[in-house]
Nanobody, 126 residues
Framework: QVQLVESGGGLVQAGGSLRLSCVGSGRTFGNYEVGWFRQAPGKEREFVAFVSWSATRTIYADSVQGRFTISRDNAKNTVYLQMNSLKPEDTAVYSC???????????????????WGQGTQVTVSS
């Protein structure tokens, strides 16, 4: 069982930056793959970024490539999402999700993740 807690959301102007954190409980969190997803009002949840347990593999949605960076510190049981050059269309509730490492499993589907945090609101004003 893994519990996830996100933090770092808030209100920022377009062009600004935020860093989200996802803290996982449990001694085995370092063995879990982690994804960030977001959901805007009236829209479906969408994939944002993924990091493997060892951080050797990262994947991004096209819409955030080059602006967002996912990283992790397994000693702190924490995964980060650094968000730069934020746009109003980035406004959403951002959630992290985790799963045990699964070879060749798809990373962009929310259904592939077993554990979810409660989410943190990110609002980007124009």
């Amino acid at each position: 069982q893994v519990q996830l807690v996100e933090s770092g959301g808030g209100l920022v102007q377009a062009g600004g930056s935020l860093r989200l954190s996802c803290v996982g409980s449990g001694r085995t969190f370092g063995n879990y793959e982690v994804g960030w997803f977001r959901q805007a009002p009236g829209k479906e949840r969408e994939f944002v970024a993924f990091v493997s347990w060892s951080a050797t593999r990262t994947i991004y949605a096209d819409s955030v490539q080059g602006r967002f960076t996912i990283s992790r510190d397994n000693a702190k049981n924490t995964v980060y999402l650094q968000m730069n050059s934020l746009k109003p269309e980035d406004t959403a509730v951002y959630s992290c999700a985790a799963r045990p490492s699964v070879p060749r499993a798809t990373v962009r589907s929310a259904s592939g993740y077993a554990y979810w945090g409660q989410g943190t609101q990110v609002t980007v004003s124009s």
